[in-house]
Each structure stands twice: as structure tokens, then as C-alpha cells.
T-cell receptor
Framework: KNQVEQSPQSLIILEGKNCTLQCNYTVSPFSNLRWYKQDTGRGPVSLTIMTFSENTKSNGRYTATLDADTKQSSLHITASQLSDSASYIC???????????FGTGTRLQVFP | DGGITQSPKYLFRKEGQNVTLSCEQNLNHDAMYWYRQDPGQGLRLIYYSQIVNDFQKGDIAEGYSVSREKKESFPLTVTSAQKNPTAFYLCASNPLTPGIRNTIYFGEGSWLTVV
């Protein structure tokens, strides 16, 4: 069964600190993996999209990594800001399909 | 501004009533989707459409209906047959251009509460 699992479920950090969120998937054959940021009560906004041939992709203070062999991805947030408080969702799609498999998200809270 | 507009943002419905959520996009995207989001769960696909006048059921289509009479519009009707309709509903669109880097754009969501 195609699944996407994220950890931790929730995370609290202090402003200015770094953190790493994890995503493991079993989707096969794999096409691409996306990270989205979702503020409470808002729609998700795309952060990165990676294919199987890409190991790292950055978007400002957000850096995503992908290991297609172990089917793992991580999202690293550098020098966190209060505005980073949100849910971060990992989304995977398989080959020859536009169906997306969503993880349940990691809820990040950044405190001053 | 280009984007996806969902309305209303908040909606209350009495049991037994049908309600329609609006989704409009001016991005000229071919595909449109409706997802349902519940606390502690990933987004689940209700219906999707890749072309006007055609749509397919997603994973949880029971109790819902859609139409795609225009490319820019994909309204979702939550019928009285939906057993547990209280949720956050998200509309999305996808340009479906060749390649695998298509970004899925989401609307701001609609909160539906059954009272």
C-alpha cells in the first residue's frame, strides 16, 4: 500500500534554532516528492518539488533532501522564525499518475 | 491576482441539508481537485477533473457531487448522504503541462460545520 509517514507529529523549538522534519514513503514506482507549508486554517503552499535524481533542493531557509534508495526525505529549517509556525506536509506521487499521497504533517511551533 | 478562490470561508449547515462550496481559478489550469482535511489525517481526495464536463471519483466520493461546466469552476456539493461532513475542504488545481514538476496550487479552504 502506498503510504507517506511523517515524524515527529509535532515539534516545539525556540526562535533562531534549526530543526529537521522527516518523511518516509513506500510509494512505488516513485515520481516526485513535494513539501508544503500550511498555516492554520489556510491552504498549503508549495516549498519544494524533487524528482528521484535530485538529492537536495533549497528555498530560502528551507532545504529538502531526498534519498530515493531508502525512500526518505527531510526538510531542514535554518534559523527558525515565528512565522515558520505551521504544519509541514510531505506529498509523494508515483509514476504515470497525477494522484498524490499526502502525509499527515508535522506541526511546528516556534516560540520567542 | 491569479489564484484559486474558495467560498464561503465558513459555512454552517443543518443536518439533512445540501450545501455547495464554490471553487474558481483564473490560472487556466486543466485539472482541479477537491480534498477533505480532518484533524490528524492527511488530505483525502474527494473528486477530481482533468477536463471540462468530465470528472472522476477520488477515495472518499460517497455523499459528494461535483460538476465541471467551465474550465475555471469546480463546485462541490456536500449532500445529506454524507455521514460526517464537518471538515476543512480544500480545492486545488494543476496545469498538467508535460513533465513531472507541476506545482499543485491550493485555495484557502472552506470550513463546513454541521449543526
Amino acid at each position: 500500500k502506498n503510504q507517506v509517514e511523517q515524524s515527529p507529529q509535532s515539534l516545539i523549538i525556540l526562535e533562531g534554532k534549526n530543526c529537521t522534519l522527516q518523511c518516509n514513503y513506500t510509494v512505488s514506482p516513485f515520481s516526485n516528492l513535494r513539501w508544503y507549508k500550511q498555516d492554520t486554517g489556510r491552504g498549503p503552499v508549495s516549498l519544494t518539488i524533487m524528482t528521484f535524481s535530485e538529492n537536495t533542493k533549497s528555498n530560502g531557509r528551507y532545504t529538502a533532501t531526498l534519498d530515493a534508495d531508502t525512500k526518505q526525505s527531510s526538510l531542514h529549517i535554518t534559523a527558525s522564525q515565528l512565522s515558520d509556525s505551521a504544519s509541514y506536509i510531505c506529498v509523494v506521487s508515483g509514476e504515470n499518475t497525477d494522484k498524490l499521497i499526502f502525509g499527515t504533517g508535522t506541526r511546528l511551533q516556534v516560540f520567542p | 491576482d491569479g489564484g484559486i478562490t474558495q467560498s464561503p470561508k465558513y459555512l454552517f449547515r443543518k443536518e439533512g441539508q445540501n450545501v455547495t462550496l464554490s471553487c474558481e481559478q483564473n490560472l487556466n489550469h486543466d485539472a482541479m481537485y477537491w480534498y477533505r482535511q480532518d484533524p490528524g489525517q492527511g488530505l483525502r481526495l474527494i473528486y477530481y477533473s482533468q477536463i471540462v464536463n468530465d470528472f472522476q471519483k477520488g477515495d472518499i466520493a460517497e455523499g459528494y457531487s461535483v460538476s465541471r461546466e467551465k474550465k475555471e469552476s469546480f463546485p462541490l456539493t456536500v449532500t445529506s448522504a454524507q455521514k460526517n461532513p464537518t471538515a476543512f475542504y480544500l480545492c486545488a488545481s494543476n496545469p498538467l503541462t508535460p513533465g513531472i514538476r507541476n506545482t499543485i496550487y491550493f485555495g484557502e479552504g472552506s470550513w463546513l460545520t454541521v449543526v
